[in-house]
């Protein structure tokens, strides 16, 4: 600009006085801005809208497919992590024994073991089986996190409590104080409409005393709440080993039985006693081990086997459980529900000359842009925080197809927004019946 401006002057042989260089800079602004596209933001309205024919909604065929959410390994952003809010019961006998103790030692065995399944999760593994396969190994997209009552910071969500009835399980029980004996959750489940309770239990010190009975680390996963069985008795007896070392049992261990039992909160079924409807989860000759029992040489590793390692979640796994995390009906209320706070960091932006289509739902916590030269196709139900708003650039296309674009929060999102210019606008369209709900810009 400058240099122009000498050039400008010198041409026009002016003097340069103060006024006339303002008139020229006037001159030369105003010249810059006839060459700018003039654009132009603005909320969309029904007339920016191309609809179909088609007048009811017609639900898209794999919205309630698992593979609709595998996560997509290209792009990270369109599977948002998720925290899973779990809180810890601890069943003591009135006198306070028979688990782990009401102290700082018996909390942080605790935290340890939260945090071990966390590193788990984090650490997903290449599956052991079949022989040679080829199972993609993907992030998995969810931490724990122990959430105590609101409102109350000394609440840890780690609880103790004294119950000669209700402290022990039962392996041989048939109805009450087997594992599947629901009275801990009736009693002491606490936020149980937002967070799944687990409760570690032990077996009655008189079983543990007979020789017929084996008090094996045991558990259930039973959707809002789980049980963990026979921890503390294992950690405080260590085992002693032929050169004489001895092995503790550790939370990192428990954290493997942890997450089994997790799994089956969060939607999973075994691998290899029932059909789990995966086809990445082999059936498996139940070894525990290399060798255990005698024999035993092709190892399953998979969480939701029995086997000494759980460190291992498939793709069809991942999905089922992130399928889950959109469901109310499911896990969806076990969430953190980020999806309700504006968080602008974590927009989703289509970038220039790419297409993107959302097979599944899909929560964007940010802002969801589509830039210049790219589409976006949403299928199912895709959430905006309140505050956040779908950015369209002059030459997007946006098409919704059997979907609802809506804020699955109290307050709306603020809706469409579109940029255009005097060349381009994006182009918008509706099928099968999709709608916009809960936006501040409602398109009326
Ligand atoms: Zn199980």
Known sequence: MKLSWHVLLNNRKVKPTLAAACLVLL???SGHAAFAQKTEKRFATAADIQRDSVNRFIKYKTCGTW???VPDTLHPEFTPFRQVRINIHVMLDSKGQNNFPDNSIGRQWIKDMITNANARLDKNTKMNLPKGNTTPVLRIPFHYVLTGRPGDPRDDGIYFHRDDSLFFMNKKAKNLTSVYDNRQYQVYGIQKDTVINVFLMEHHPDSVRSKTYRPSNDGIGMGPWAKIVGCYNIWKTPTVMKNGD???YSPWDAAALFNHELGHCLGLQHTWNTDDGCDDTPKNPGCWNVNEPPGCTDVSNNVMDYNAWKISYTPCQIGKINKNFYDDKVTRKYLVPEWCTFNESKTVTIESGTSAEWNGSMDVLGNLVVSNNAVLTIHCTTSLP???????????????D?????SRCASPFEGIEIISNKKSSPKIYFKNGSVLQNAVHMME
Do not use: M, Q
């Open 27 to 29: 001159l030369v602004t």
């Open 67 to 69: 593979a609709a959410y």
């Open 246 to 248: 001895t092995l503790r």
């Open 386 to 400: 309140p505050g956040g708003k779908v950015i369209l650039y002059p030459k997007s296309t946006l098409i919704l």
């Open 402 to 406: 059997g979907a609802i674009l809506t």
